[in-house]
């Protein structure tokens, strides 16, 4: 019995410092955001959520996730960046898919994705880019993910919601 409390011990201090990590924002983002004054929340996955008015709707705004974990591929750190431009109770028709697929080969940085659960399915814009940028370069690219799916919920769900 005494074996089984401590393997359950050992189980519950690695889920709380997972738990513990996986809620730390990165401070690199704190510092880039707050050198620029940009105005940000963190969620409970330690992400930050950066909200931007639309330079060419001032009535419009859009969030977007900047994600705080980080992945490495060859000495390259990565971090992505990502929006939702629609929630939807079933797949968009193949129509605005082909649409979104013909954009992807057009834009430089980024592309569209989708991602279902049995409920819903999420249209989303994603980037991912290094991580060492500099504070403008990320700003912008943020801006960037905000304008292009701001302009696809405008136009494909008429709302402003995200």
């Not at 990165?26 to 330690?46: E, H, P, Q, V």
């Not at 431009?85 to 129509?95: G, H």
């Not at 649409?99 to 057009?106: D, E, F």
Request: hydrophobic share 45%; glycine share 4%.
């Amino acid at each position: 019995m005494r074996k089984y409390r401590v393997v359950l011990v050992v189980m519950m201090l690695v889920l709380a410092a997972t738990v513990v990590f996986a809620q730390t924002p990165d401070a690199r983002l704190k510092k880039a955001f707050d050198s620029l004054g940009i105005k940000y929340t963190t969620n409970s996955s330690g992400n930050y959520i950066v909200s931007y008015q639309m330079e060419n709707n001032p009535e419009r705004s859009h969030g977007v996730f900047v994600v705080s974990g980080t992945e490495t591929y060859r000495g390259i750190e990565i971090r992505e960046i990502w929006s939702v431009a629609a929630v939807l109770p079933s797949y968009p028709s193949e129509d605005i898919i082909y649409a979104m697929m013909a954009q992807n080969s057009t834009i430089k940085v980024g592309a569209w994705a989708i991602e279902a659960s049995d409920e819903e399915v999420w249209i989303i814009y994603t980037v991912k880019v290094p991580a060492a940028m500099s504070a403008k370069d990320l700003s912008n690219l943020i801006y960037f993910v905000a304008e292009i799916c701001d302009e696809w919920e405008e136009e494909n769900i008429g709302d402003d919601i995200y």
